[in-house]
């Protein structure tokens, strides 16, 4: 099934390597951003139906809050990327009702067995 | 009550009722023997049954016996026809004769008669004329007013009669009541003798009144039965008399004489024989009863004389056996005894007396009283010589002297006589009394605590010791520093104030050096030295040492070991063995008492030493009671650690004062306290005055003190310990997760290494070079796995290899290259841990294995089938497998020349990273085990 995806990661190689694997896997890739503002703002004006969102990102606002934020205008499926240091936010994340919390570096099987693909 | 009275009122009327028949009897009986006037018979058997009557019933009876007798009498006068008034008057004589007859009788014998005494007959006697007389005046009174009958004739035939009867009959009634044994008459030669008496007695007298049927008239001389009566009165008691004279009155009245005459009495007619025969009967019956009452007394006399001489005999054998018993009991006793004078000088003394006193057997005794009894016993005693009435016991101790000299303790107990002499029985209690002294010395040992109390214990036994040897001189030395000195050194008062000076009081002797008196310890026996300035080799005594004459030391011998000495010296005479005796048993008390005391000063001195330690101790500790925790004494680091005042803390509760923390930790001690453990040890929390919070290491050990459970608890300040050890935890935590971050971030890396490349391939868009490039991102796959692992596991160093072998197929199932091939994997893996060394390189094997298998096992499509297989070898090697059942190799393919660059880097990486060995077993699609140590490499942290 293809689905619109947005992606919010703040580091260029990993953002850009999922990318190509979603795109490959057959997905619209509606935006790639760095920053929690720029997700929230892209992911009201996009409509994705799901976003890959890092924790730890570049801004004053981290993954969790964007998420949070998000909530309030989309019910898109929202799965969480983290890096080790950010395991202790799984509490605080879960309660923004995810679809996945997923460990980096994350396995592209793990992505496609959430998302689904071609 | 009545039936008590009955028995008593039956005898009270069958004595009256019996002598009421006896009394009718009788007189129907004299009824044939009338005086010429048919007023008084001639002989008159009744006045002796109504005297005997009387003098056998009691006298209160007497009433009913006379009612009884006055109707028997009237009853039989009615018989004769009698005047009745005659009839009433001569009954009222006959019984006032009988009453004052009786009366008489008992008032001159004394008591009823028994007819076996002289007065019996004397009082029978005088009733029968005396009484017999004036009441017969009365009889004939009424015969002459009544009838007109001769008075005077009437009198004596009263008279008579009634006397005959009375001299015959109350005596035979009296002598048969008496109550006599027969028994002795029961013999056959009595029976004989009996017979023989009485079958003469009736010859003669049938010959003597003519009453014998075989005879002619012939009479013997009457008196003949006068000689023949002495042979019952002699032989025979009263009773036999009274039955020969019954027997010889019926012969008598029934014989011819007197009727038909004449008579050997004489008499003018009948009735004058018939009373002369009764006179010579009277006369000869009551001569008869005081010849055999006067024969009797005699017999009876002599009895009595015999028995009082036999008693005198007695009595004085008696006393004579006495007196030798007494003498036996002076000679032989035990104990001395001394008799004193009037003037208190010693007459005699027994042989232990003697010895006691050291008197020889034969010594002259040159001894008075206050040799052997105290002048304060003397003066109990009692005046000198002075005869007393007292005989109270006098008991005293004295110290006194033998005659050689000899010191005693002499116990007297000496008691006055009456005769003023003084009885003294000596002991000599000198043992005993030592016993005693001893027994004192070993209680005050018991009680004595203090040093000084020692000390004075010590002299105190050696004044003992002085005084019974009867020394002036007395030391005692222990034995020390490795037997080779006399040190410790006591001696007596008397010792120090006249024998030493004061500078050898406290010396110590080289016992080499030492003089001969020193020989009990050297030799280990008792010493005696009674001729001292004469002995050999002597040497010379400590200067300021007084001259000894002579000496006796006794050693204290402890396990063989002579460990003190003690000496007595300069006794006035020589020492004997009683002197050793006495020593050797002062010499163990004065040990006792030393050594107790050296015991209690080293004891004092741990003690003191051991309070030092828990005063000074470094460590904080305390003493509780264990069940209320109250503080018997703290140290001065408990002090300083918690803020307290000693005075704060002693005497008061732990949880009082507030010391714990947590007051619920105390249940710690329950152990010790229920007795289950002795020593407990664990961490708490304190406070100290100030509020601030310590934490401590507290061990607690449960001891006794005075019969109390207490513990005594040392306490650890680990606050700052613990405080370093949070530091360090919390220095490693950082360092964990900074750790865990770095194998994250690796990780992290090989995932933008696998991206690079993936990009890679897709720009160069060629399918070989393309699963060249997914080969390798498989084995970065394999790679960031290890690190996933490492930075999941709760052990940076260790990873289980079952987990990651699981989770390595789990990824490869899914890869690209596995062209949608169908290989069913079968796992068999046991747990085991390796370091990360040693998981790099396995995994790296089973990806390039596990790969192979998906690619060239199974070419055509097939359905395959693969086994992974781990195992720890008995070896204590690792065993990987992985088989598959597929193509397999060709034949001629041989590894090391064909393998590629997979095959070559599972036997590179086996070999150079794991130092393994690598099998290929080809009978059955290939199977490969790798089989390695996991000791090669060593944990890293």
């Known amino acids: 099934m293809k689905r619109k995806i947005l992606i919010a990661e703040d580091e260029f190689l990993p953002a850009a390597h999922l990318r190509a694997v979603l795109s490959r896997a057959g997905h619209e890739i509606v935006g790639t951003v760095a920053t929690a503002r720029e997700c929230i703002d892209l992911a009201r004006e996009k409509a994705p139906d799901a976003i890959l969102l890092d924790i730890r990102l570049a801004g004053d606002l981290d993954g969790i809050e964007a998420a949070r934020r998000i909530r309030e205008f989309s019910q898109a499926d929202i799965v969480f990327m983290s890096g080790y240091q950010e395991l202790s936010f799984r509490e605080r994340a879960m309660e923004t009702g995810p679809i996945a919390f997923l460990i980096k570096p994350v396995l592209l099987k793990d992505i496609e067995a959430i998302l689904g693909g071609d | ?941």
Not at chain 2, 261 to 272: L, V
Not at chain 2, 495 to 502: D, E, V
Not at chain 2, 748 to 772: C, K, P, T, W
């Open chain 2, 1 to 941: 009550m009545s039936s008590k009275r009955g028995p008593s009122t039956g005898f009270a009327i069958q004595g009256p009722a019996v002598a009421g028949l006896a009394y009718f009897l009788t007189q129907m009986l004299g009824f044939y023997f009338p005086d010429a006037d048919k007023v008084i018979m001639g002989i008159w058997p009744p006045a002796g049954v109504g005297l005997a009557a009387f003098l056998l019933l009691p006298k209160k009876r007497w009433p009913l016996l006379a009612l009884a007798i006055f109707i028997a009498g009237n009853l039989a006068n009615m018989t004769i026809g009698r005047n009745l008034l005659l009839s009433l008057g001569f009954m009222g004589v006959n019984l006032l004769e009988s009453w004052l007859g009786a009366l008489v009788v008992l008032r001159l014998a004394g008591g009823p008669p028994r007819m076996d005494r002289l007065v019996d007959c004397a009082a029978i006697g005088v009733a029968a004329t005396i009484v017999n007389a004036v009441t017969g005046l009365a009889a004939a009174g009424l015969g002459w007013i009544l009838l007109r009958s001769d008075p005077i004739a009437s009198w004596f035939s009263w008279w008579i009669g009634d006397g005959l009867g009375i001299l015959v009959i109350a005596p035979m009634i009296l002598a048969v009541a008496k109550r006599e044994s027969v028994t002795r008459w029961l013999r056959l030669p009595s029976i004989l003798e009996f017979a023989i008496f009485f079958a003469l007695w009736a010859i003669v007298g049938w010959q003597t009144f003519d009453a014998s049927p075989l005879h002619g008239f012939y009479h013997n001389p009457p008196y003949i039965l006068i000689l023949l009566i002495f042979w019952p009165a002699y032989r025979f008691s009263a009773r036999t008399i009274s039955f020969a004279s019954l027997v010889l009155a019926f012969i008598a009245l029934t014989s011819r004489a007197v009727s038909l005459g004449p008579s050997p009495m004489g008499g003018e007619n009948g009735f004058a024989r018939l009373q002369n025969i009764e006179l010579f009967l009277a006369i000869l019956t009551f001569g008869a009863y005081v010849l055999s009452t006067a024969l009797a007394e005699l017999r009876q006399a002599r009895l009595l004389a015999e028995d009082r001489l036999a008693e005198q005999k007695s009595a004085e054998e008696g006393l004579r056996a006495r007196e030798e018993r007494l003498r036996a009991i002076f000679d032989g006793a035990a104990d001395g005894i001394a008799i004193a004078g009037l003037d208190e000088e010693i007459l005699e003394i027994n042989d232990a007396g003697r010895e006691i006193l050291g008197l020889a057997k034969d010594e002259r005794l040159d001894l008075h009283l206050a040799d052997i009894v105290s002048p304060e016993a003397l003066g109990r005693l009692g005046p000198t010589g002075a005869p007393t009435s007292t005989d109270s016991l006098v008991i005293a101790l004295m110290t006194t002297r033998r005659r050689d000299g000899s010191r005693i303790e002499l116990e007297s107990r000496s008691r006055k006589m009456p005769s003023g002499e003084t009885v003294s029985v000596l002991r000599d209690v000198t043992e005993r009394h030592f016993e005693r002294r001893l027994t004192e010395l070993r209680i005050k040992l018991l009680v004595v605590d203090t040093n000084a109390g020692f000390e004075e214990l010590l002299g105190a036994a050696l004044d003992e010791a002085e005084t019974v040897t009867d020394s002036v001189m007395s030391f005692f030395h222990m034995v020390g520093g490795n037997h080779e000195r006399l040190e410790l050194t006591a001696w007596s008062k008397n010792t120090l104030a006249t024998m030493c000076s004061k500078k050898v009081e406290k010396a110590h002797y080289p016992i080499a050096e030492a003089g001969i008196w020193a020989d009990a310890a050297r030799l280990a026996r008792p010493v005696i030295h009674n001729y001292y300035p004469s002995e050999v080799g002597r040497k010379g005594l400590p200067e300021g040492h007084a001259e000894i004459k002579r000496e006796l030391v006794v050693p204290i011998i402890r396990s063989g070991v002579v460990v003190a000495i003690l000496g007595v010296g300069n006794k006035g005479i020589p020492y004997d063995e009683g002197d050793l005796r006495r020593a050797l048993a002062l010499g163990e008390i004065a040990w006792d008492i030393a050594d107790r005391k050296f015991t209690k000063s080293l004891l004092k001195e741990t003690e003191e030493r051991f309070a030092l330690v828990f005063r000074h101790s470094p460590m904080p500790a305390a003493i509780t009671r264990a069940e209320s925790g109250i503080f018997l004494d703290v140290n001065n680091a408990y002090i300083a650690l918690f803020g307290y005042a000693k005075h704060e803390l002693i005497g008061r509760g732990s949880r009082e004062v507030g010391i714990w923390v947590d007051p619920e930790i105390r249940k710690t001690f329950d152990g010790i306290i229920e007795g289950r453990s002795r020593i407990v040890s664990f961490e708490g929390r304190f406070r100290k005055k100030n509020g601030e919070i310590v934490e401590a290491f507290v061990t607690s050990e449960g001891v006794s003190i005075d019969g109390e459970l207490h513990l005594v608890s040392q306490v650890e300040d680990i606050t700052e310990r613990k405080l370093a050890s949070h530091k360090i935890q919390k220095a490693l935590a950082e360092k964990e997760v900074l750790l865990r971050e770095l194998y994250h971030r690796a990780n992290n890396n090989m995932q933008v290494i696998s991206a690079l490349l993936d990009f890679q391939a897709v720009a160069i868009g060629d399918e070989r070079l393309s699963q060249a490039i997914e080969a390798t991102q498989n084995r970065i796959g394999a790679l960031a796995l290890v690190n996933r692992k490492l930075y999941e596991a709760q052990d940076l160093s260790y990873i289980n290899l079952r987990d990651y072998i699981v989770d390595l197929l789990d990824v490869l199932s899914q890869g690209d290259w596995s062209h949608g091939r169908s290989v069913e994997i079968k796992t068999d893996l046991e747990s085991i841990p390796v370091i990360v060394d040693t998981a790099i390189p396995c995994g790296l094997i089973l990806n390039e294995l596990i790969s192979n298998v998906y690619l060239h096992a199974y070419p055509d499509g097939t359905k395959g089938l693969m086994e992974i297989g781990l195992r720890r070898l008995p070896t204590g090697e690792i065993g990987m497998k992985v088989a598959d059942f597929g193509i397999g190799l060709p034949p001629e393919f041989d590894i090391e020349r064909d393998g590629k660059i997979g095959l070559q880097n599972i036997v590179g990486l086996c070999s150079s990273q794991l130092r393994g060995t690598v099998h290929f077993d080809r009978t059955k699609g290939l199977a490969c085990e790798v089989i390695f140590a996991d000791n090669l490499y060593k944990a890293r942290v």
